[in-house]
């Protein structure tokens, strides 16, 4: 299957409850990425600080949080059982410029795709 990612958004909806992560992050790009896998019917994922890799569907809380390094350690086992449970065999990384914040971002899944072995592509938006 292929997968296709982005990094999460600071921007996001403050609503109290939960809500799934399509809804809310509010990012123009996320919600692109998401309608184009679905065109091709391949899957998407979200790349969160908090969470890890999780589906748009996935309901979550509110929080701040940016990627930092430290936190890939502790990212790194969720975000590759993701990809294993989910049976992924390419995953197609959608970003901007790798720079700055988006770093830790792009190690986490590049690495956790090179542990696994499984194809990695990097799309620059």
């Known amino acids: 299957m292929k997968l296709h ?13 939960n809500l799934p992560a399509i809804k809310r992050y509010n990012s123009n790009r996320i919600n692109k990425i998401n309608a184009q896998a ?17 589906t748009p569907q996935e309901e979550i809380p509110f929080y701040d949080e ?11 086992t969720g975000v590759k059982n993701f990809l294993k449970t989910k049976n992924v065999q390419k995953v197609i990384y959608h970003t901007k410029e790798i720079e700055g914040k988006r770093i830790p971002y792009f190690k986490l899944i590049k690495n956790a795709c090179e542990t696994l072995e499984i194809e990695f592509e990097k799309r620059t938006i």
């Open 66 to 76: 940016l990627m930092r390094e430290q936190h890939i350690p502790q990212l790194i």
């Open 38 to 54: 679905h065109k091709k019917d391949e899957e998407f994922a979200i790349l969160s600080a908090k969470y890890g890799l999780i």
């Open 5 to 17: 990612v982005t990094y999460c958004s600071k921007d996001k909806d403050r609503t109290r409850k």
